[in-house]
């Protein structure tokens, strides 16, 4: 059963594959007809990957089981693995899933007995953002025409940041020349594989691609939180004027979202000239289709 959990354990062949099929539906290749059911659980608040998961869905022709997991069996004690198995009891093909615990898939798959749907991971705790990262890699691919060779930089909550996580590997992988900046307090000690840490205006004018992170508060602690000043930190770390005049003209600038105006880039940079913080937003819906068609490659019943 093909699931879709950890952009990083795909094949690259099919990574590029994945680019291109999202591409392919953005330029109006048409989705084939389907019966299957998906049911999307969000136990963590969403509005970019929820709804453009939704669009995704209803683009594929995707029948949808409407369930909140905060007011489901889930609050009377019952486990993930066995609301997953009923969902697959009463007809659900794929469950989207995003979850606060950090490889929350790992127990799932692990549980034996009834079968479950295929498993899409929508964002795990501070572990993986694979959705995310197809279509971070869908606007880069858009742009550039390649991965090899550009030089991109992660700026900002490294430690915290799933999507950095996935980020870092995949774009390594892919043989981009990848840094990190941001506070040092906040680089994980295993992103040192991936590229190197440097000061933010170190060879700036040169990168190609920078991705800003929002600053996660709901992940750092009290103390960090009580003393994090907005102002210090977006003079720090964040995308001013100056900063934006000395990239080149065809670098381009990203973002998870949502952006904390103000502290990761400056209020009238979100939508400047080289941000492409919106597009990727767009670029989301055909990634989680390219997503679920993938996932689902050999399930459709209308074949």
């Known amino acids: 059963m093909r699931h879709f959990l950890n952009i990083n354990a795909i094949d690259r062949t099919d990574v590029l594959k994945l680019v291109q099929s ?118 880069i691919y858009e742009e550039f025409g390649r991965f090899d060779g550009l030089n991109i930089r992660i700026v900002g909550d490294l430690l915290h940041s799933r999507v950095a996580r996935s980020n870092a590997e995949i774009l390594h992988q892919l043989g981009a020349n990848v840094t990190f900046s941001g506070p040092e307090s906040w680089l994980p000690a295993d992103f040192q594989q991936f590229g190197a840490f440097v000061a933010i205006d170190d060879d700036w004018a040169n990168q190609d691609v920078v991705m800003f992170l929002r600053v996660q508060h709901e992940r750092i602690t009290q103390t960090e939180n009580l003393s994090f000043s907005t102002k210090q930190y977006h003079e720090q770390f964040g995308l001013n004027q100056t900063r934006y005049a000395q990239l080149k003209q065809t670098a381009i600038i990203m973002h998870p979202a949502p952006v ?29 289709m390219a997503i679920l068609e993938y996932t689902m490659e050999n399930e459709n019943a209308a074949d």
Request: charged share 20%.
């Open 260 to 288: 904390n105006r103000d502290v990761e880039i400056a209020d009238e940079l979100v939508e400047a000239p080289k941000s492409r913080i919106f597009e990727q937003m767009t670029n989301g819906v055909y990634a989680r």
């Open 22 to 139: 999202a591409l392919a539906f953005k330029a109006g290749k048409s989705a084939s007809p389907t019966n299957l059911t998906v049911a999307n659980l969000f136990f963590e608040n969403s509005t970019r990957t929820h709804s453009s998961f939704q669009m995704a869905e209803n683009k594929l022709g995707y029948h949808q089981i409407i369930l909140d997991p905060q007011t489901s069996s889930m609050s009377k004690g019952e486990s993930l693995a066995d609301t997953l198995k009923t969902l697959k009891a009463i007809g659900v093909d794929v469950a989207v899933i995003r979850h606060a615990v950090t490889d929350w898939y790992v127990p799932v798959l692990q549980t034996t007995g009834h079968a479950m749907p295929h498993l899409v991971n929508a964002g795990d705790g501070s572990g993986q953002h694979p959705s995310q990262s197809l279509l971070d890699l869908v606007t």
